[in-house]
């Protein structure tokens, strides 16, 4: 009890977080016929793949450019495109200049500072579009689903396979009745992703090392946990320190489980159970995972368990009749290279009482398997439509009311937060009970602290909506 009252006086919205130099936040419509006005914020490799993909919809005029290093080569693309955009190293300045010229803001940095930006922005009125995974702990999280109620913005996550034909055959098949009744997944991803080559037995994290000329790194550590530069924390790198990312599962999970998370109305798993975690340390990420997720009953619906495997050798067991893991189409490039494991494509396998589906990642669609069984379901299948709208077109599109987006904050932020417990069970490496109710982890003091983690003096204000 006196954790849950805890967690609750932290996540709760006694009044409005106010930004410097504002007295209230500002709402912004944008008028028919009009393009929205975007800052980007991350303009670098993944940050400015996002960017580009929302200004080449014809949708919005991009008007400020925001990276903490405005000199690195990696930006040099997005600020030559936009050569009369207003130019900024820290979000904060830029919110503070010149707010009342954006309508919306695109956040494509690493995983431990999407929930500052996206905190100060959704206060000063502006709509969001966020990467993957929402947001790096479980309370940032709970805290942006609650400011998404509060400040009444347009908000999206980027997983954009939600906009894609995954999303609305899935939903299709379920309303038709053909999937349902659902009791396992398997989840994989088992593509290379040891960023570094850091020896797990290491007992401290990695030695400072002098600071690019460029380089904002207190902006870039934010309100995370300080360490001295490393260029193994930065450009791509932090992903799997436990400080800074999430590791494979924060990384592809998103594209790979979230139309059944939603359509299956999973919600938080009521148990995590690690069964792998092979080279485990409180640094990094294992080199390989095995996690169970177990979910219970849910309106009629069978209990769920959920395997998640990653680690390039740590293959999980296909069903009779899985056929050729093919390459997959709907994978986009990452940096300019296909991520393509030789042994298994990342996707997962579906069992219902019924029938077995083999699924993708990011927009692909299922398939029943075996193929003599689909060919016996072909005449019972409902009619797919198409999407109206890719994920980017969908968010500029709902920032001038003409739709609504696929992954806002109140689907995205629950099925992140599965994630955030997943991440929890890697690094304490032992098994969590989770009271979904109270959305506290059962008799475990330190992992409730990590579900809330202090944050860095002098970036309290954004905790305290």
Not at 3 to 9: K, Y
Not at 220 to 238: P, R, V
Not at 281 to 300: K, Q, Y
Not at 309 to 334: F, K, R
């Amino acid at each position: 009890m006196k954790g849950a009252l805890a967690f609750s006086a932290l996540t709760a919205l006694p009044g409005l977080y106010v930004p410097r130099a504002y007295a209230a936040p500002s709402k912004f419509k944008v008028s028919p016929g009009e393009k929205v006005n975007l800052a980007i914020v991350g303009i670098g490799n993944r940050g400015g793949e996002i960017g580009r993909a929302l200004y080449a919809t014809g949708l919005c005029n991009v008007v400020a450019l925001c990276d903490v290093d405005m000199g690195a080569p990696h930006t040099q693309k997005l600020i030559s495109m936009f050569p009369k955009a207003a130019k900024f190293q820290d979000f904060r300045k830029m919110f503070d200049k010149m707010a009342d010229q954006i309508d919306a803001v695109s956040v494509g940095v690493p995983d431990h500072t999407h929930f500052p930006i996206t905190i100060e922005a959704m206060a000063h009125g502006k709509h969001v579009y966020v990467e993957k995974p929402l947001a790096r702990t479980f309370q940032e999280i709970e805290l942006l689903m609650k400011a998404e109620k509060q400040y009444k913005v347009v908000t999206q996550m980027g997983n954009q396979g939600h906009s894609e034909a995954n999303y609305f055959q899935f939903k299709a098949w379920k309303e038709a009745g053909i999937i349902k009744d659902v009791t396992a997944i398997t989840a994989h991803m088992n593509g290379s992703r040891r960023w570094h080559k850091w020896n797990p037995k290491i007992s401290s994290m990695p030695a400072g090392e002098p600071l690019p000329k460029t380089l904002d790194w207190d902006t870039w550590i934010g309100a995370a946990a300080y360490h001295d530069y490393n260029h193994d924390y930065h450009l791509g790198q932090w992903r799997c320190w436990y400080d800074y990312g999430m590791g494979a599962l924060g990384d592809w999970g998103a594209h790979i489980l979230d139309t059944a998370h939603e359509f299956l109305n999973l919600g938080l798993p009521f148990e995590v159970v690690p069964k792998l975690l092979q080279d485990h340390n409180p640094f990094f990420f294992p080199m390989a995972s095995t996690l169970l997720f177990r979910f219970p009953e849910r309106d009629g619906m069978p209990p769920v368990d959920v395997s998640w495997y990653d680690g390039v050798n740590n293959i999980p067991a296909v069903p009779e009749g899985y056929g050729v893991s093919e390459l997959d189409p709907n994978i986009p490039t990452v940096n300019g290279g296909k991520i393509q494991p030789a042994k298994l494509n990342p996707g997962k396998e579906i069992y219902s009482k019924e029938l077995t589906f083999k699924g993708g990642s990011h927009g692909s669609t299922l398939s029943i398997i075996p193929a003599d069984k689909a060919k016996d379901m072909k005449s019972r299948l409902p009619e797919v439509p198409k999407s109206p709208s890719n994920h980017f077109a969908n968010f500029l599109l709902a920032c001038m009311e003409r739709e609504k987006t696929r992954s806002p904050f109140s689907i995205s932020g629950p099925l992140s937060q599965v994630f955030c417990l997943g991440v929890l069970c890697q690094r304490l490496n032992r098994k969590l009970v989770i009271d979904r109710n109270t959305k506290q982890i059962v008799g475990d003091q330190e992992a409730n602290q990590l579900l809330a983690p202090a944050p860095r003096k002098g970036w309290e204000q954004y905790y305290s909506i």
